[in-house]
């Protein structure tokens, strides 16, 4: 196994200190852009469960400038920890759906803005033009950079559904290429979209493992209050499986870093959307009370991420920072 001391599984903070010998934290950002699947590029509308407002800080707002939010977001942060340093993290919406040169004045404004030490950078898998994926392998000599692609799923048929307006190829391809560029790349899915299995979501898992990817987000699926995905619960509740009972998505989760690979760094486990917004399930949990009872768990038992790895015939194995294939 390839754990932390005391974690059954890789966690963000050990992974951030490979490349940090100070306590950083990732100050969210809205610079103001949109989608594809929102302005008619690819669709109307956004993805079915998408409010932005979700995971929006009360700093993150597109009227501020991206200098303005990162120093309010520094304040925020101060008060607790004076000595922090920060990762500015683009992070509503797409952030890499603009004009080359507009990119570029965002990213290189932020990384002005003192103790700011990296970019974090949010976006789909279906827009890193070449042009771009150039620009940030050069970016990537200088500073520390991640690119976090919204993956969701791997299935097809649950990304037209959800109307994400791309396919998991365009993940695979666009993931293989960032990494070829020596990006550290992270995924987002999510547990829980309609139509799949817990069978189906923890094979999942091994699917994933066989992508370059360093980090991996796994989120819970949330119904939101004005989203095109509560309407369609309205309609038909029995076509969903909202996992009301905790302990019951901890059991998923567990089963699911089982079949992960186990060197990959899991970011997190769980989102929080804002009581207001929130339809279900709402558990009343902290990311950290999760966690706990995540661990709790494991341990009886007898847990710990890539326990049910097993090796391909093309497997991708991590040597170092660089993968290969083996």
Same mark, same amino acid.
């Given at each position: ?6 974690? #059954? ?19 969210? $950002? ?72 507009? =990119? ?6 932020? =990384? ?20 771009? $994926?150039?620009? $940030? ?21 649950? =990304? ?55 980090? #991996? ?59 207001? =917004? $929130? ?48």
């Amino acid at each position: 196994m390839n754990m932390s001391t005391h974690l #059954l599984y890789n966690d963000f903070p050990t992974f951030l200190r490979k490349y940090f010998p100070y306590k950083v934290q990732k100050i969210s $950002l809205n610079a103001g852009f949109t989608c594809p699947n929102r302005d008619g590029t690819k669709g109307w509308g956004g993805c079915t469960y998408c409010n932005n407002q979700t995971f929006n800080p009360d700093y993150c707002r597109t009227e501020k400038s991206v200098t303005a939010q990162l120093e309010e977001g520094k304040c925020f942060f101060a008060r607790k920890y004076p000595e922090m340093k920060y990762l500015a993290y683009f992070q509503a919406y797409t952030n890499t759906y603009a004009e080359l040169e507009g =990119l570029k004045r965002k990213y290189e404004e932020a =990384l002005e803005v003192e103790d700011v030490v990296g970019l974090v950078i949010g976006t789909r898998p279906d827009c890193m033009p070449e042009g771009l $994926l150039r620009y $940030l392998e050069e970016l990537n000599k200088h500073a520390f950079l991640m690119v976090e692609y919204g993956i969701e799923s791997t299935c097809d048929r649950t =990304l037209q559904r959800i109307n994400r307006g791309h396919t998991y190829e365009d993940t695979v391809e666009t993931v293989g290429r960032t990494a070829a560029c020596g990006i550290l790349v992270g995924g987002h899915i999510i547990l829980g979209l309609p139509g799949e299995t817990s069978d189906a979501m923890v094979a999942q898992a091994g699917i994933l493992s066989d992508l370059p990817l360093s980090t #991996l987000k796994i989120h819970q699926l949330q119904l939101i209050r004005g989203t095109r995905m509560a309407h369609e619960y309205d309609i038909n509740s029995a076509d969903f499986h909202l996992f009301t009972e905790v302990n019951e998505y901890i059991d998923l989760v567990i089963d699911y870093v089982e079949h992960l690979r186990p060197d990959m760094v899991v970011e997190r486990f769980v989102s929080q959307s804002p009581k207001d =917004l $929130l339809i279900a399930p709402d558990w009343g949990l902290k990311n950290y009370e999760f966690v706990v009872r995540l661990q709790k768990r494991m341990k009886e038992r007898g847990a710990y991420q890539g326990k049910k790895y097993r090796d391909s015939e093309k497997r991708i194995i991590f040597a170092g920072d660089k993968f290969a294939t083996e």
